[in-house]
């Protein structure tokens, strides 16, 4: 299994958790969108990288702190995809929903990863919730190129190209056939086939342009959250805080206001009827997991008979 887009960092047990998974051979990509989310990704990712198969890394930052972004966080991003070469960018993109979406300040800081993305030639993972013709306006004028002919979009990730990857694609059949010729990929979530439109959308994407996510986050473990509780015994410096600010700490706590998963797709939810979250194992976590993306691909399957 190969979850492409998952907050590994932002769930319950996250260390214990990444270990199962890997043991599992439930391969996926770590997203960290945010300062605190970028270190402890970090860590773990030191931790399990003498595992026959470390798991892929991708710094950037959300949307939804973009009014917040200072240099020295677009420094320190920079650090980490200078550090870690197989590391994607973002996800990083458009969302309505939050400050910055009028004023352009979403529009500069997703220009500048999406910059990046070309200058260190890694993949970028996307956010994009409102305005998807926004954001392709946006890649061509970072450098993105329109080139059908090659083969770009059937490489594999660790190779040095890169491509507009579509998370949680929410988009329709028109944004596919604009989107294909940049080399773009499509993942796909649980909620990518409630929406007519782009359930409509999905079978006209190549199937070697389509993969699978859960995008569990957070909301996993509602009602307990926070990133030190989310991040285990994921040892982190509270010290390297001062000048991060974290959605947390501006306040964007519940997943309502955050936007990035939908409370119904959470697994803890689903899970903890009359029970503390935190009392179901790294076990029924993997295993929900597990269940999730396997629904994703029937959901897929199925969309395409
Ligand atoms: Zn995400």
Redesign the pocket.
């Known amino acids: 299994m190969f979850d492409f ?1 998952i ?1 590994i960092a932002r769930l319950p047990h996250a260390r214990q958790l990444t270990q199962l998974l890997l043991d599992r051979n439930y391969d996926f990509i770590a ?1 960290a ?1 945010e300062p605190w989310e970028w270190r402890v990704v970090t860590q773990l990712k030191k931790e399990f990288s003498s595992g026959l198969k470390p798991f892929k890394v991708s710094y950037g930052i959300h949307p939804m702190i973009a009014k917040q972004v200072t240099d020295e966080m677009l420094a320190k991003l920079r650090t980490h995809l200078e550090e870690d070469k197989h590391a994607m960018v973002g ?1 990083a993109g458009i969302d309505k929903r939050y400050p910055g979406y009028e004023d352009g300040m979403q529009d500069r800081i997703f220009f500048e990863q999406a910059k990046l993305a070309l200058e260190f030639k890694r993949d970028l993972q996307i ?1 994009c919730v409102g305005d998807y013709m926004r954001v392709l306006k946006l890649l061509v004028e970072a450098g993105y190129e329109s080139d059908a002919l090659t083969d770009r979009a059937t490489k594999a990730p660790s190779q040095e190209v890169t491509r507009p990857i579509f ?1 949680r694609f929410g988009g329709d059949v028109n944004f596919v056939k604009k989107a294909l010729p940049y080399g773009a990929l499509f993942s796909l979530h649980a909620d990518c086939f409630r929406k007519k439109s782009t359930a409509a959308a999905i079978p006209h994407i190549p199937q070697e342009r389509v993969f699978f996510e859960t ?1 569990a ?1 957070e909301t996993f473990g509602q009602g307990k959250t926070g990133r030190n509780n989310a991040a285990d015994n994921v040892t982190t410096d509270p010290g390297t805080e001062s000048g991060m600010t974290s959605s947390k700490e501006s306040g964007m706590t519940s997943s309502a206001e955050s936007g ?1 998963t939908s409370s119904k797709e959470s697994v803890i939810l689903t899970l903890a009827e009359g029970k503390d979250p935190e009392q179901y194992t790294p076990e029924e976590c993997a295993s929900e997991l597990e269940s999730r993306l396997e629904s994703v691909r029937a959901a897929y399957t199925k969309c395409r008979e």
């Open positions: 887009h907050h997203i969108c996800e956010h998370h995008d986050d990035m």
